[in-house]
């Protein structure tokens, strides 16, 4: 079974300075990790995602996360937030042997300050 | 391309009333179709999943149905709505591997009243 913990429901950073959101992952089989973005009042954007192969990731929209197996963590950053990057964030995992169904962590919001 | 289309976009509705929401993918065959509910502050809550016409698997027990009808076809349905059944409901499709993430509608804000 696959789980995921978003730590911070709410986080709250100055534009232009770094953006990190935290996600760690409990599978009990190699992992596939993705972000996804909600704005409000929309449908969930896809942000990026690991499968296998380069651990870092890059995105859209000047994001990236790193999947670190030692640490089951998938942590997603940005150096520079841009007020357009105020939404929810989630982070989901999907185990590739066997389960069809994403798992969504709980989400994060992402506020940026003028 | 493939696309995935949700309508309506807002709904407001008595309590008592039926609902019905639609979901409709383009593009692909087969396509994994899910129904999502996320409440006011909280998640995503996964509420029905098909993997074929006919083929529902509820998640959670509810006030709410869904059926497909057609192979790329989605419905949300009640007969009679609750004011807990308010909030912002969302359509997603995926592959038959789903390991590529899943697509998302743009949803449907429905509010009991």
């Known amino acids: 079974a696959q789980s995921v913990t978003q730590l911070g429901s709410h986080v709250s950073v100055s534009e232009g300075a770094l953006v990190l959101l935290r996600c760690n992952y409990s599978?009990?089989?190699?992992?596939?990790l993705f972000w996804y973005v909600q704005y409000p009042n929309q449908g969930l954007q896809l942000l990026l995602k690991?499968?296998?192969?380069?651990?870092l990731v890059k995105g859209i929209n000047g994001f990236e996360a790193e999947f670190k197996k030692s640490e089951t963590s998938f942590h997603l950053t940005k150096p520079s937030a841009h007020m357009s990057d105020a939404a929810e964030y989630f982070c989901?995992?999907?185990?590739?042997?066997?389960?069809?169904?994403?798992?969504f962590g709980q989400g994060t919001r992402l506020t940026i300050n003028p | 391309s493939q696309t995935i289309h949700q309508w309506p976009a807002t709904l407001v509705q008595p309590v008592g009333s039926p609902l019905s929401l639609e979901c409709t993918v383009e593009?692909?065959?087969?396509?994994?179709l899910y129904w999502y509910r996320q409440a006011a502050g909280r998640g995503l809550q996964l509420l029905f999943y098909?993997?074929?016409?006919?083929?529902i698997s509820s998640e959670v027990p509810q006030n709410l149905s869904a059926s497909r009808p057609q192979d790329r076809q989605f419905i949300l349905s009640s007969k009679k709505l609750l004011l807990s059944d308010s909030g912002f409901y969302l359509c997603?499709?995926?592959?038959?591997?789903?390991?590529?993430?899943?697509?998302f509608g743009s949803g449907t804000r429905l509010t009991v009243v």
């Open positions: 997603a499709w995926s592959g038959m591997d789903t390991n590529y993430g899943y697509t």
């Open positions: 599978s009990s089989v190699p992992p596939y």
């Open positions: 098909s993997v074929g016409i006919g083929q």
């Open positions: 593009g692909t065959s087969n396509p994994n």
């Open positions: 690991y499968t296998t192969g380069a651990t």
């Open positions: 989901a995992v999907i185990g590739i042997q066997g389960a069809q169904k994403l798992v």
